[in-house]
Each structure stands twice: as structure tokens, then as C-alpha cells.
């Protein structure tokens, strides 16, 4: 069983900046993936970043690419998710999710096994 905590999300001006943490533990397995989703207002959820914890590589949905990005410190079990030059379509609860590396990095939800309980970013004009 994997615990997993999102935090660090708030309310921010469009074009503003946010830095979302996940803390992992319990019985964190080798060679895993951390993914970050998220489910705006009315929407489905998405993915939008993944690291791969073993090898540190990362993969982005291209809605967040070059303003996002998802980084680790495995001393203290946590992923992050730092969000540049936020958009009003960015509003959404944030979730992170840890599933086995199996066939590579991925944004599908059916990759992962655990979840968190999300922390909500809104983005204002």
C-alpha cells in the first residue's frame, strides 16, 4: 500500500507561478512511475506530467509543456510539480499518482494504482 499527499496548491493571478508537492509512503515498490492529473471544472481528468523515480526521466502533456515541470528528491520521498505562467484553463484539482513502470512513461490513469486526494489550483484574471 502506497500513501500518497498533494500540497501546495492555492489561488493565483494568470501568468503567476505555483509549486505543488507529493509526498510518498508506505511500501513504495522499485522502479515506479509519479504521475500528475488533473480535472478542471466540468471536465475529464488528464494527465499532464510523469517522472520516472529510478531514472529521473519526465514526460509532459503539450497543453503544460515548457511551463510545468515535475522534478524529485528521493531522500525525502517526495515529486514536485512547479507550474510557470499559469493559465485561467489551468484551474483544476491536482492529483498525484504512483503506479509500477511498465512500459514506459505515461499519462494514462490506467497506469497507476494509487492515488491522492488532490489539491485544488485556481487560476483568476
Known amino acids: 500500500q502506497v500513501q500518497l499527499v498533494e500540497s501546495g496548491g492555492g489561488s493565483v493571478q494568470a501568468g503567476g507561478s505555483l509549486r505543488l508537492s507529493c509526498e510518498a509512503s508506505g511500501n513504495t515498490y522499485n522502479n515506479y512511475l509519479i504521475g500528475w492529473f488533473r480535472q478542471g471544472p466540468g471536465k475529464g481528468r488528464e494527465g499532464v506530467a510523469v517522472i520516472d523515480t529510478t531514472r529521473g526521466h519526465t514526460y509532459y502533456h503539450n497543453s503544460v509543456k515548457g511551463r510545468f515541470t515535475v522534478s524529485q528528491d528521493n531522500a525525502k520521498n517526495m515529486v514536485y510539480l512547479q507550474m510557470d505562467s499559469l493559465k485561467l484553463e489551468d484551474t483544476a484539482m491536482y492529483y498525484c499518482?504512483?503506479?509500477?513502470?511498465?512500459?514506459?512513461?505515461?499519462?494514462?490513469?490506467?497506469?497507476?494504482?494509487?492515488w491522492g486526494q488532490g489539491t485544488p489550483v485556481t487560476v483568476s484574471s
Open positions: 499518482a504512483a503506479g509500477p513502470y511498465r512500459y514506459g512513461l505515461s499519462l494514462e490513469e490506467d497506469a497507476y494504482e494509487y
